[in-house]
């Protein structure tokens, strides 16, 4: 796809999910069939549609529109979720829980073993079989082993003798988005020269919101949150913290509880310079963290206090 292309198609995206956010579902499934017709080998394009269909009670039609989606990529997560509910709410159970199957695989091998878990559990839930209780015990052992602090040999010494947090693992960017079965829809149009050294580019905004949205849109709240999140981090880096703030309102509708979102907002704001909003809010995560009892958003909640110099939560509280 040429640049200009490319841009067209950014904006029939853009149009399409302004219009969605809008309630102008005309508007919108007219910009997603443009966008879709500038890029037909695009999945993105074809589950934004499905979504406004959706809204519109236009079922089959969405239907359609997300067997289209897998048709050019079999794995993509917003597809695949959303045509298992379009099943699920059909009463055809066994067509619902063979998508969450798939789906459930291909967050496995994302590295998401919870979501996997999820959707394991939901599949086995919709139609109960072996081979599906097998996958969710074995999901669930390695969600469990994933949890567990890795056991250390008394005759290797620590990699950080410094006692410093490891960095995450090393893992490539190219590697890890490769293993995305929806990468393509991410990627920039020009690929690098081949034998290029050069560090990849960071995502393009406007396509990482724009797949946000339309992960949004199509009841994808899981997916939907992992690029919000990205892009507020993204803009963060960049200190464009209203930009970043705006981000994250944009998820907080639908996700209000989220401790990961609570906690990006803390770090705009800190980053920010607005260390009196920051330890606040820090406070007020960990008091509610306690009410419901979960200790590990408690340690995350501790854990990024002490990153960002906020002092323990119990310390803000006396303040």
Not at 176 to 181: D, G, Q
Not at 274 to 291: I, P, S, Y
């Amino acid at each position: 796809m040429s640049q200009a292309l490319y841009e067209q198609y950014k904006e029939a995206l853009r149009r399409g999910h302004v219009a969605a956010r809008h309630g102008r579902l005309d508007a919108a499934e007219a910009a997603y069939r443009t966008a879709a017709t500038i890029a037909p080998d695009r999945a993105l394009p074809f589950v934004s549609l499905a979504g406004v269909l959706r809204r519109q009670d236009r079922l089959d039609e969405a239907l359609t529109a997300f067997d289209a989606a897998l048709a050019r990529i079999p794995g993509d997560e917003g597809a695949l979720r959303g045509r298992a509910e379009l099943h699920a709410e059909a009463g055809r159970r066994s067509a619902a829980a063979s998508d969450l199957d798939a789906l459930s695989l291909v967050l496995e091998r994302a590295g998401r073993l919870a979501d996997a878990l999820d959707a394991a559990a939901r599949a086995l839930d919709l139609a109960e079989s072996r081979s599906r209780r097998r996958d969710v015990d074995r999901l669930r052992a390695l969600v469990d082993a994933a949890a567990r602090p890795p056991a250390m040999d008394a005759g290797t010494p620590p990699e950080h003798p410094d006692g410093a947090p490891a960095d995450e693992p090393a893992v490539s960017p190219s590697s890890s988005e490769e293993s995305r079965p929806d990468a393509t829809i991410e990627a920039p149009p020009e690929p690098r020269s081949p034998g290029s050294d050069a560090a990849p580019a960071p995502p393009d905004p406007a396509v990482l919101r724009a797949v946000a949205d339309a992960l949004l849109d199509s009841g994808d709240l899981a997916g939907a949150t992992q690029r919000y999140l990205a892009l507020a981090a993204l803009y963060r880096s960049e200190g464009r913290y209203d930009a970043a703030m705006d981000t994250c309102l944009a998820l907080l509708a639908a996700s209000p509880a989220n401790h990961r979102l609570q906690l990006e907002i803390a770090a705009i704001q800190a980053d920010g310079g607005w260390l009196d909003f920051a330890t606040e809010k820090v406070r007020l995560l960990a008091r509610l963290a306690d009410l419901d009892g979960d200790g590990d958003v408690r340690a995350a909640i501790d854990a990024f206090a002490a990153e960002r110099g906020l002092g323990p939560p119990e310390a803000a509280a006396a303040r």
